[in-house]
Each structure stands twice: as structure tokens, then as C-alpha cells.
């Protein structure tokens, strides 16, 4: 079992940022890859980024890719997701997940992002 708590979201003007963080509890965390979703009212959940157990090796949707960073410190259990030159199209619930047998198979409860125009 892994427990995932999401913080970091808020209100922030367009072209500003944002740091998303996510605490795991659990399993061993630098066993699994972690990844970051969103929702928009709406609209299905979109994959945004992911990051494998090393740290090293990151994937980007495109339509973040040079905006946001995914990070882990695997000494603190908790992934991170850097936001800079928000939209408004990134206002959204994130939500961070933990890739374990092949499917992302545990969630956090999501934290709510609103980028004002």
C-alpha cells in the first residue's frame, strides 16, 4: 500500500509559478515511478509528467514540456512538480500517483491549481 498527500496548490496569475509537492508513505518510495495527472473541469484526467525511481530519466506531456519539472528526493519520500509560466489552460486539480506493477495504481486526493488570466 501507498499513501500519497498532495500540497502546494493555490491562485496564481498567469505567467507565474507554482511548486506542487507529494508525500508518499508506504511502500519503499525509490522503488516506483512517481507521475503527476491533472483534471480540468470538464475534461478527462491528462497525464502531465513522470519521473522514474533514479531521478534521472523524466517524461513530459507536451503541453508543459519546458514550462514544468518533475523532481524527487527519495530521502524524503515526496516527488515535486515546478510550474513556471502558468496559463490559464494549466488551472486544473493535480493529482500525483505511484507507478507500481505496471499501472499507476494508487492516488492522492488531488490539490487544486486556478491560474487567473
Known amino acids: 500500500q501507498v499513501q500519497l498527500v498532495e500540497s502546494g496548490g493555490g491562485l496564481v496569475q498567469a505567467g507565474g509559478s507554482l511548486r506542487l509537492s507529494c508525500a508518499a508513505s508506504?511502500?519503499?518510495?525509490?522503488?516506483?515511478?512517481m507521475g503527476w495527472f491533472r483534471q480540468a473541469p470538464g475534461k478527462e484526467r491528462e497525464f502531465v509528467a513522470r519521473?522514474?525511481?533514479?531521478?534521472?530519466?523524466?517524461y513530459y506531456a507536451d503541453s508543459v514540456k519546458g514550462r514544468f519539472t518533475i523532481s524527487r528526493d527519495n530521502a524524503k519520500n515526496t516527488v515535486y512538480l515546478q510550474m513556471t509560466s502558468l496559463k490559464p489552460e494549466d488551472t486544473a486539480v493535480y493529482y500525483c500517483?505511484?507507478?507500481?506493477?505496471?499501472?499507476?495504481?494508487?492516488w492522492g486526493q488531488g490539490t487544486q491549481v486556478t491560474v487567473s488570466s
Open positions: 519521473i522514474k525511481e533514479n531521478g534521472f530519466n523524466t
Open positions: 508506504g511502500r519503499t518510495f525509490s522503488s516506483y515511478v
Open positions: 500517483a505511484a507507478k507500481i506493477g505496471g499501472s499507476y495504481q494508487y
